[in-house]
């Protein structure tokens, strides 16, 4: 499948070339020819005889970014200079800060937000701990915890190479939630270490999402932190993936006209997103699920299940299906993928219920092409922006944290995570829906604000926040 070129592999060429004539356009068409897209010409510097222009284009992967400047380069009278990564440029010295939230001019501004007056604020903290939810930014603070050991399709990357990520999850809770969230990457892989430092840094949080931690030990890990803190723990790439999975798959059934309780579902993966995923679509009403892994389908019959994946099997497949993914898609109503690429087909698709439902996620490769599956199913879904109904984890964590937080909730509950996945379906309207508009836009101005209100309200939290207790 031939990938479009994306921002994300965008570059500005820095070049000279002749004033005058075709040279610009025959520049522009040269690029176009060879499957990149101009965005931009700006020129830097003109006179008689040579222009400067900075020259950005889209790619469709750094090779091809590479390929796409020997193409500029091989345009009669060009000149290279400086290639920039664009993407790179994004990253200089970092994408958060921290800001002081008041200002210190003078004495008086100095004593009391640091010494002598701070010691006042503690003496109250040490005396009532609670109060350190108002007077400190614990209120509205989110630790983003990993290890580096799953990070996006890189794998096992480790904590450096983990930390932009993180850095972008903490700019994405506070454009989209106002949150205040902290990267916390960890040197250790141990679990042990791991739950050790959470629960000792956990006092100055109000909530911790745990990011690209592998499976199995993400849920030992999650299992355990949730026991002995007394705030929320949240791992995004369980709970946050099943929740947009959900919306999706909500809003999929109202365009074919079919209800959860009734369809067969057939998975593909058991990992950490998919397990979450099958906890949700259960608790949700599905009635009829069955899940395949590396080994086919999981049933109980099946040697060498145990831990997550033996509770997979007691809780799902209740007709006692064995064989391969490709034979139980057969018939399916829906398909989800959290896996490898092409493991079905477009025939594949074609073997499915009328009115067949696709989600293919795996990214950037997906389950199946989607524009094959098009062909056959009513719906088709990926992780993928360059496709219609992108499955898209921060439609879901940056309300959820802000219903969290709002309600002082000290625990993440399933109930909470299904009111989120309801609010998030129910952001597109009746009338805004169709087979290519299952999922709103994270954009959306409603989205962050119906999953925060959901969320809030299954914590126990008021329906809607005083106007005095709101974040600044």
Request: proline share 5%.
């Given at each position: 499948?031939?990938?479009?070129?994306?921002?994300s592999?965008?570059?500005?060429?820095r070049?000279?070339m002749?004033?005058?004539?075709?040279?610009?356009?025959?520049?522009?068409?040269?690029?176009?020819?060879?499957?990149g897209?101009v965005?931009?010409?700006?020129?830097?510097?003109?006179?008689?005889?040579r222009?400067?222009?900075?020259?950005?284009?889209?790619?469709?992967d750094?090779?091809h970014?590479?390929e796409?400047?020997?193409?500029?380069r091989?345009?009669?009278?060009?000149?290279?200079?400086?290639?920039?990564?664009?993407?790179?440029?994004?990253?200089?010295g970092?994408?958060?800060a921290?800001?002081s939230?008041?200002?210190?001019?003078n004495r008086?501004?100095?004593?009391?937000?640091?010494?002598?007056?701070?010691?006042?604020?503690?003496?109250a903290?040490a005396?009532?701990?609670e109060?350190?939810?108002?007077?400190?930014?614990?209120?509205?603070?989110?630790?983003?915890?990993?290890?580096?050991?799953?990070v996006l399709?890189l794998?096992?990357?480790?904590?450096?190479?983990?930390?932009?990520?993180?850095?972008?999850?903490?700019?994405?809770?506070?454009?989209?939630?106002?949150?205040?969230?902290?990267p916390?990457?960890?040197d250790?892989?141990?679990?042990?270490e791991?739950i050790?430092?959470?629960?000792?840094?956990?006092?100055?949080?109000?909530?911790?999402?745990l990011?690209?931690?592998?499976?199995?030990?993400?849920?030992?890990?999650?299992?355990?932190?949730r026991?002995?803190?007394?705030?929320?723990?949240f791992?995004d790439?369980?709970?946050?993936t099943?929740?947009v999975?959900?919306?999706a798959?909500?809003?999929?059934?109202?365009?074919?006209?079919?209800?959860?309780?009734?369809?067969?579902?057939?998975?593909?993966?058991?990992?950490?997103?998919?397990t979450?995923?099958?906890?949700?679509?259960?608790?949700?009403?599905a009635?009829?699920?069955?899940?395949?892994?590396?080994?086919?389908?999981?049933?109980?019959?099946?040697?060498?299940?145990?831990?997550?994946?033996a509770?997979?099997a007691?809780?799902?497949n209740?007709?006692?299906?064995?064989g391969?993914?490709?034979?139980?898609?057969?018939d399916?109503?829906?398909?989800?993928?959290?896996?490898?690429?092409d493991?079905?087909?477009?025939?594949?698709?074609?073997?499915?219920?009328?009115?067949?439902?696709?989600?293919?996620?795996?990214?950037?490769?997906?389950?199946?092409?989607?524009?094959?599956a098009?062909?056959?199913?009513?719906?088709v879904?990926?992780?993928?922006?360059?496709?219609?109904?992108?499955?898209?984890?921060?439609?879901?964590?940056?309300?959820?944290?802000?219903?969290?937080?709002?309600?002082?909730?000290n625990?993440?509950?399933?109930?909470?995570?299904v009111?989120?996945?309801?609010a998030l379906?129910?952001?597109?309207?009746?009338?805004?829906?169709?087979?290519?508009y299952?999922?709103?836009?994270?954009?959306?101005?409603?989205?962050?604000?119906?999953v925060?209100?959901?969320?809030?309200?299954?914590?126990?939290?008021?329906?809607?926040?005083?106007k005095?207790t709101?974040?600044?």
């Amino acid at each position: 499948m031939s990938a479009l070129p994306s921002v994300s592999y965008s570059i500005t060429v820095r070049l000279e070339m002749p004033a005058g004539g075709a040279s610009v356009s025959g520049l522009t068409t040269a690029v176009e020819q060879a499957g990149g897209s101009v965005t931009a010409l700006d020129v830097t510097a003109s006179g008689h005889e040579r222009l400067r222009i900075d020259v950005t284009c889209a790619a469709r992967d750094t090779d091809h970014a590479d390929e796409l400047v020997e193409v500029m380069r091989t345009v009669p009278g060009v000149v290279i200079g400086k290639v920039s990564d664009r993407t790179f440029l994004a990253h200089i010295g970092g994408k958060i800060a921290m800001n002081s939230k008041r200002p210190i001019r003078n004495r008086d501004d100095l004593s009391m937000i640091y010494t002598p007056g701070v010691a006042r604020v503690s003496s109250a903290i040490a005396k009532n701990p609670e109060d350190a939810r108002r007077l400190t930014i614990k209120r509205n603070s989110v630790a983003v915890i990993t290890d580096g050991s799953a990070v996006l399709g890189l794998g096992n990357v480790g904590p450096y190479a983990a930390l932009p990520v993180m850095e972008g999850k903490a700019a994405l809770f506070k454009r989209f939630a106002d949150i205040d969230a902290w990267p916390l990457c960890l040197d250790t892989q141990d679990v042990e270490e791991i739950i050790t430092v959470v629960r000792s840094v956990a006092p100055g949080f109000a909530g911790i999402n745990l990011e690209d931690i592998s499976a199995p030990r993400c849920f030992e890990i999650e299992a355990r932190l949730r026991e002995q803190l007394d705030i929320p723990v949240f791992h995004d790439d369980q709970h946050g993936t099943a929740i947009v999975v959900l919306a999706a798959l909500i809003n999929a059934l109202r365009v074919v006209g079919k209800r959860i309780e009734d369809v067969r579902i057939v998975m593909s993966g058991a990992g950490a997103a998919g397990t979450a995923i099958i906890h949700l679509l259960l608790a949700a009403g599905a009635q009829n699920l069955v899940v395949s892994d590396i080994d086919g389908v999981v049933h109980t019959g099946r040697p060498g299940i145990e831990g997550e994946l033996a509770w997979v099997a007691e809780h799902t497949n209740k007709i006692g299906m064995t064989g391969t993914l490709k034979e139980a898609v057969v018939d399916a109503d829906v398909f989800i993928g959290v896996s490898a690429p092409d493991v079905l087909t477009g025939e594949d698709v074609s073997r499915m219920a009328d009115q067949a439902i696709v989600f293919a996620l795996a990214n950037p490769d997906p389950e199946v092409d989607p524009a094959e599956a098009s062909q056959y199913a009513a719906v088709v879904a990926t992780g993928r922006s360059d496709f219609p109904n992108q499955i898209n984890n921060v439609l879901a964590f940056p309300g959820v944290f802000r219903g969290l937080l709002d309600a002082q909730s000290n625990e993440v509950t399933t109930p909470m995570l299904v009111a989120a996945a309801h609010a998030l379906a129910g952001v597109v309207s009746d009338d805004e829906l169709n087979a290519a508009y299952i999922t709103p836009s994270v954009f959306h101005s409603d989205v962050h604000t119906a999953v925060a209100a959901a969320v809030r309200t299954a914590a126990g939290g008021p329906a809607e926040l005083p106007k005095d207790t709101e974040v600044e």
